[in-house]
């Protein structure tokens, strides 16, 4: 078995060390009952510190045909330091990319994700993008993200690295800098570590950023992501026009596109807006939604046939119920203790009526494939005085036990689809 991997783009295809590949993939953001990505590891438990989450969580991925993850921050010495913090804490990603591994047998590719990017948006405004802080601010992502590859792009279990997640603001957009930039860390993380890929993740806005943007990609080792969250519940529609759209978008300079988020809430709310659990009619149609996307994305592939999609990660491995909290007791906020992460689900500002979803709401602590459940919480202590009660054992100094995942039918009817294909693929 093959000790590195070299993924290549040709057209809409990616192979990996000359296969075809399609993503069955996940979302994984497993951010545990208690915190939030505010908080060290800021939204990155694949470090050795939080390896009874992901110990927790590889090997029911492997049994159910996952065989792509994307996350959404990496955490580095930079971002420890810039948050107050030793740059020798851990961040060693190295037993996590090598369990993902697995010695080659039925492996997890990881598409790693960098945090910092999401919040400077105004770091890539035409009206901004001369000022001094903001060049800075580019020179730093870039560094850092070079450094990431630099670190862990040798990994066997790395396909490449999504150099940013939904920062294509309509205004970004306009700007041609903003897509010259990205084409210039891509082709320099291509120097770095030869055979790895990268892509922009970007907000489903019909196209318009694979329209502006795709004359500028000239790195060969760039793809598109998109996060969508298209079409209802019926079988036929699945994603709509998002493929044929998107091939006219990039017929000048063919690159695949990968789903890097598609899902839906497991959820609904009452008559008095109490988000509660679907009903057994709401479920049945759950499964229908996740079924039919998932077929519309492989009747699109573009491992086999003229598709243009190279798979997708569904959105989401877990619940977040970090996501839940009303105003006044959110991560950090002054009043957070001692109500803050509680597990009530709460419906938040824009969490809305949204009708072609199973349970018609956007509630976004909900999209799991698992629910969780915390494993004694009125045992546990604050880290601080006053603080809040989470997943960190304050007298151990280490972490309590990973919250307990509890499956969904909706996840059993995506997993066995996914199995379906890798028998299919395999014949």
Same mark, same amino acid.
């Given at each position: 078995?093959e000790?590195?991997?070299?993924?290549? %783009?040709d057209?809409?295809? %990616?192979?990996?060390?000359g296969?075809?590949?399609?993503?069955?993939?996940?979302?994984?953001?497993?951010v545990? #009952?208690? &915190?939030?990505?505010?908080?060290?590891?800021y939204g990155?438990?694949? !470090?050795?510190?939080w390896s009874?989450i #992901?110990?927790?969580? *590889?090997?029911?991925?492997?049994?159910?045909?996952i065989? /792509?993850?994307?996350?959404?921050?990496? /955490?580095?010495s930079?971002?420890? !330091?810039?948050g107050?913090?030793? =740059?020798? #804490?851990?961040?060693?990603?190295?037993?996590?990319?090598?369990?993902?591994?697995?010695?080659?047998?039925?492996? %997890?590719?990881? *598409?790693?994700?960098?945090?910092?990017?999401?919040?400077?948006?105004?770091?890539?405004?035409?009206?901004? #993008?001369?000022?001094?802080?903001?060049?800075d601010?580019?020179?730093?992502?870039?560094?850092? *993200? /070079?450094?990431?590859?630099?670190a862990?792009?040798?990994?066997?279990?790395?396909?490449?690295?999504?150099?940013a997640?939904?920062?294509?603001?309509?205004?970004?957009?306009?700007?041609?800098?903003?897509?010259? +930039?990205?084409?210039?860390?891509? &082709?320099?993380?291509?120097s770095?570590?030869? =055979?790895?890929l990268?892509?922009l993740?970007?907000?489903?806005?019909?196209?318009?950023?694979?329209?502006?943007g795709?004359? +500028? %990609?000239?790195?060969?080792?760039?793809?598109?992501g998109?996060n969508?969250?298209?079409?209802?519940?019926t079988h036929?529609?699945g994603?709509?026009?998002?493929?044929?759209?998107y091939?006219?978008?990039?017929?000048?300079?063919?690159?695949?596109?990968?789903l890097?988020?598609? =899902?839906?809430?497991?959820?609904?709310?009452d008559?008095?807006?109490? !988000?509660q659990?679907m009903?057994?009619?709401?479920?049945?149609?759950l499964?229908?939604?996740?079924?039919?996307? +998932?077929? @519309?994305?492989?009747?699109n592939?573009?491992?086999?046939?003229?598709?243009v999609?190279? =798979?997708?990660?569904?959105?989401?491995?877990? @619940?977040e119920?970090w996501?839940?909290?009303?105003d006044? &007791?959110?991560?950090?906020e002054?009043?957070?203790?001692p109500?803050?992460?509680?597990g009530?689900?709460?419906?938040?500002?824009?969490?809305?009526f949204?009708?072609?979803?199973p349970?018609? +709401?956007? @509630?976004?602590?909900?999209?799991?494939?698992?629910? !969780?459940t915390?494993?004694?919480?009125?045992?546990r202590?604050?880290?601080?005085? @006053?603080?809040?009660i989470?997943?960190?054992?304050?007298?151990?100094?280490?972490?309590?036990?990973?919250?307990?995942?509890t499956?969904?039918?909706h996840?059993?009817? /995506?997993?066995?689809?996914m199995?379906?294909f890798?028998?299919?693929?395999? *014949?």
């Amino acid at each position: 078995m093959e000790s590195t991997t070299n993924w290549v %783009i040709d057209q809409y295809k %990616i192979t990996v060390n000359g296969q075809p590949f399609f993503g069955n993939g996940v979302s994984y953001a497993p951010v545990p #009952w208690g &915190t939030c990505p505010d908080f060290v590891p800021y939204g990155d438990f694949t !470090i050795n510190t939080w390896s009874s989450i #992901w110990r927790r969580d *590889l090997e029911v991925m492997r049994a159910n045909g996952i065989n /792509l993850l994307k996350t959404y921050n990496t /955490l580095d010495s930079a971002q420890l !330091i810039a948050g107050g913090k030793p =740059g020798n #804490w851990d961040h060693d990603h190295k037993a996590f990319l090598d369990a993902c591994w697995n010695n080659g047998k039925n492996p %997890i590719y990881v *598409l790693m994700g960098y945090g910092p990017p999401k919040e400077k948006q105004s770091a890539f405004l035409p009206e901004t #993008w001369p000022e001094k802080k903001n060049v800075d601010l580019r020179a730093s992502f870039k560094t850092g *993200l /070079l450094n990431l590859a630099s670190a862990w792009g040798a990994y066997p279990a790395v396909m490449g690295f999504a150099m940013a997640n939904e920062v294509n603001a309509e205004n970004v957009i306009q700007n041609p800098l903003f897509f010259k +930039y990205w084409n210039e860390v891509a &082709t320099a993380i291509g120097s770095a570590v030869p =055979g790895k890929l990268t892509t922009l993740v970007n907000s489903d806005d019909s196209m318009h950023t694979a329209t502006k943007g795709n004359s +500028y %990609i000239t790195a060969a080792n760039f793809f598109w992501g998109y996060n969508v969250y298209r079409g209802d519940w019926t079988h036929a529609n699945g994603f709509g026009d998002l493929f044929s759209t998107y091939k006219t978008a990039t017929a000048a300079n063919p690159r695949p596109l990968m789903l890097t988020e598609w =899902g839906v809430p497991a959820s609904t709310h009452d008559a008095a807006g109490n !988000i509660q659990a679907m009903n057994a009619t709401q479920m049945d149609n759950l499964v229908t939604y996740v079924t039919g996307h +998932y077929n @519309d994305m492989v009747a699109n592939r573009s491992d086999s046939g003229t598709g243009v999609c190279c =798979g997708g990660t569904y959105f989401e491995w877990t @619940d977040e119920w970090w996501k839940a909290d009303p105003d006044g &007791t959110k991560c950090l906020e002054a009043n957070a203790a001692p109500t803050c992460n509680s597990g009530v689900w709460n419906p938040g500002p824009n969490m809305a009526f949204v009708p072609h979803f199973p349970g018609n +709401y956007y @509630d976004e602590e909900a999209f799991g494939l698992f629910s !969780i459940t915390p494993v004694s919480p009125a045992t546990r202590k604050p880290v601080e005085k @006053d603080g809040c009660i989470g997943p960190w054992n304050p007298d151990a100094n280490a972490p309590y036990a990973p919250d307990v995942l509890t499956e969904r039918p909706h996840a059993k009817a /995506l997993f066995t689809a996914m199995l379906g294909f890798k028998k299919a693929a395999a *014949l």
